[in-house]
C-alpha cells in the first residue's frame, strides 16, 4: 500500500522524494506525523513492530496525497484538516476491527466509523485552529463526503 499511495502522489505531480520518510526521535508521545513540504516523520523511539510502522506511513501518505491533489488544502482549517483525518483514518486501516479490539474498544457494529470519529478529534485537538466544538461541527459537516472518498483508491482497501 506504501509504494501504492507514493506512485499515485508521483502520478498527481507530487514529487516524492529519498527522505520524504524520516525515522526520528519524538519528545512528544505521538506515533508520526505529516508536514506540508517537509514530508513524513515517524516516531521510532515510540514504535515498537513493524506493523505499527507501516501503519503511521501509510495514514500519513494519505495526508501527504490530500495535500498534492488539493492544491488550497488549509491544515489550519479543520473542515479540511478533518476531511483528511476522516479519509486517513477510514483508507488506513487504522480502525480496523483487529487493531480496536487490541485497543479494547470493539463493538459488534459501527465500530470503524467510531473509532474513525474518535481519532479525528483526537487530532483535530492539536490543532490550535480548532476548538473542541468546531473540530465536531467541521467534522460532521464534511463526513459523509470525506468518508466516502476514497481516492487513490477504486474502494476503501
Not at 13 to 32: L, M, P, T, W
Request: hydrophobic share 35%; glycine share 8%; with cysteine.
Amino acid at each position: 500500500m506504501v509504494k501504492f499511495l507514493m506512485e499515485h502522489m508521483e502520478k498527481a505531480g507530487c514529487k516524492v522524494g529519498d527522505n520524504f520518510i524520516r525515522a526520528v526521535h519524538c519528545n512528544e508521545q505521538r506515533s508520526g506525523g505529516y508536514a506540508p513540504g517537509q514530508g513524513i516523520q515517524v516516531c521510532s523511539n515510540h514504535l515498537t513492530i513493524q506493523d505499527e510502522v507501516n501503519q503511521v506511513v501509510i495514514h500519513e501518505l494519505i495526508h501527504a496525497y490530500d495535500e498534492c491533489r488539493a492544491a488550497n488544502l488549509d491544515w489550519s482549517n479543520c473542515a479540511h484538516h478533518a476531511c483528511s483525518e476522516i479519509r486517513a483514518g477510514h483508507l488506513s486501516g487504522d480502525c480496523h476491527y483487529k487493531r480496536e479490539f487490541l485497543r479494547g474498544s470493539m463493538k459488534i457494529r459501527g465500530h470503524e466509523q467510531d473509532c474513525v470519529r474518535r481519532r479525528v478529534m483526537k487530532s483535530l485537538a492539536g490543532n490550535p485552529s480548532c476548538s473542541e466544538a468546531a473540530a465536531k461541527d467541521a467534522m460532521e459537516a464534511v463526513w459523509d463526503i470525506c468518508y466516502n472518498d476514497t481516492k487513490p483508491f477504486d474502494r476503501a482497501p
